[in-house]
Each structure stands twice: as structure tokens, then as C-alpha cells.
């Protein structure tokens, strides 16, 4: 299922995608995110990042990756960004772990921290369901047409 509309000069949306759980989808969802919002979307290049990070982590921690499939959700506005990343499950939750310094893995979540407005993991009958959202407020910026100021 996709959708998107407009609402004025506000591009807003949902899409639904479901994928195989093979590390070539990572790149699918990528690009996918990269469609929803499109080049010149100002959170395009922080969300493709995030959405690599939890694809991979659906792909290489959980049962999506040994024969699954997960779903990837993007609701998006011209000002907020929310991605979904819905696994097929696995034995333990997602570990939030810090990575040494020379560690090849384990960026992923702490990434998320960082870069996201917020960020969360819904844990259900064994599958996974990690999110986050990006909004333009946190770096001052808005999407929308800026007003001329009239002086006096």
C-alpha cells in the first residue's frame, strides 16, 4: 500500500513497503526512502542514513534475515519524517550497546540517538519494530516558504 497527497504546497505522505530480508534490500529501502521524499527533502540525507542502520539491523539481527521479509513504513511531511523498520523477530531485543572505538559494528542505534528528534523500539510476540523521526526544528529551519518582512 503507498499514498501521498498534498495539502497546499505541504508534501505529506505514507508508504508502505514490504521487503525481503536479504542484505540487497538495504539498498532497496535506501532508495525507497530517497523516492517518498525526494532529493531536495532538507531531513533526505539523515533519514536515508537511519533507515540503512535499522534495515541492516533487521536484516543481519533478526529472523527477517534468514529467510523473512521486513516492512519498511516512511510518513512524512515537508517539516517531520517518520520511518518504521518492522522485523520478523528474534530471540532477544535489540541491544543498544556502545561500540569501541575500532569497532566495525554497533553504530546503528547510537546514530539514532544522535541525529533523530526521537527514536523508540516496539517489541511485540518476538518481532521488532524500531522507528525514528527527524523534524526540521531542531536545526532552526523550516520547509516553508519564508514570509517577506515589511519594514517600516
Known amino acids: 500500500m503507498a499514498t501521498s497527497g498534498r495539502a497546499g504546497t ?8 514490504r521487503l525481503s530480508g536479504t542484505t540487497d534490500q538495504v539498498a532497496r529501502a535506501r532508495r525507497l526512502v530517497s523516492n517518498a521524499l525526494g532529493p531536495d527533502h532538507p531531513l533526505h540525507d539523515d533519514c536515508v542514513l537511519l ?4 534495515a541492516t539491523n533487521a536484516v543481519v539481527h533478526s529472523d527477517s534475515g534468514r529467510g ?11 517539516d517531520v519524517v517518520r520511518v518504521c523498520v518492522q522485523d520478523g523477530g528474534s530471540a532477544g531485543p535489540p541491544c543498544a550497546c556502545r561500540a569501541g572505538a575500532h ?11 544522535a ?6 523500539m516496539v517489541r511485540e510476540s518476538g518481532a521488532n519494530s524500531v ?8 536545526v532552526g529551519v523550516s520547509a516553508a516558504p519564508a ?5 517600516g
Open 103 to 113: 569497532a566495525v559494528s554497533g553504530r546503528g542505534l547510537p546514530l539514532l540517538e
Open 147 to 151: 514570509r517577506e518582512l515589511v519594514g
Open 51 to 54: 533507515t540503512s542502520e535499522i
Open 10 to 17: 505541504s508534501l505529506a505522505g505514507n508508504r508502505v513497503f
Open 131 to 138: 522507528w525514528f523521526e527527524l523534524a526540521l526544528d531542531l
Open 115 to 120: 541525529l533523530s528528534r526521537r527514536w523508540g
Open 68 to 78: 523473512g521479509s521486513f516492512t519498511l513504513t516512511v510518513t512524512y511531511s515537508a
